[in-house]
């Protein structure tokens, strides 16, 4: 797996502890990546994937209502959900972060988990940088 993951473009670096089934992949920051691409070369190696701990920088925006960070072409973006235990969080990103650059924390959940798909990330802390 370490291999086949390691030969995505835009793979900076992966570490892989068997024993602990967690895969630390870094990213080059020019990547065009999905966590999906990632999930299928896991998958194609025999290994089943779960959740995803990310951090993805972007410019917020809202849509219907809901936080969106988009990411890659800008065609596609995290629809951003409160991660259980981190009330109130999306309301203070809201404030301090849309239509601003910011780093945003959580989890991509695992195929199929929560009647959630791959392009929703729950947030559980996030920065917003200084640029606008």
């Known amino acids: 797996m370490r291999v086949a993951v390691q030969k995505l473009e835009g793979v900076e670096a992966i570490e892989v502890s068997l024993n602990r089934g967690l895969a630390v992949i870094r990213f080059r920051p020019d990547n065009a990546l999905t966590v999906d691409q990632v999930r299928q070369v896991i998958q194609q190696s025999g290994f089943t994937p779960k959740e995803a701990e990310v951090r993805i920088a972007g410019r917020l925006t ?26 109130g969080v999306l309301a203070k990103l809201r404030a301090a ?7 945003v924390e959580g989890l991509v959940p695992e195929p199929g988990d929560r009647g959630e798909g791959s392009w929703t990330l729950e947030v559980r802390r996030f920065s917003a940088t200084s640029g606008t």
Do not use: N, T
């Open 97 to 103: 972060a849309l239509d601003r650059e910011v780093v």
């Open 62 to 87: 809202e849509q219907q209502g809901r936080l969106i960070l988009p990411v890659g072409d800008r065609d596609r973006g995290y629809v951003l959900r409160e991660r259980p235990g981190f009330d």
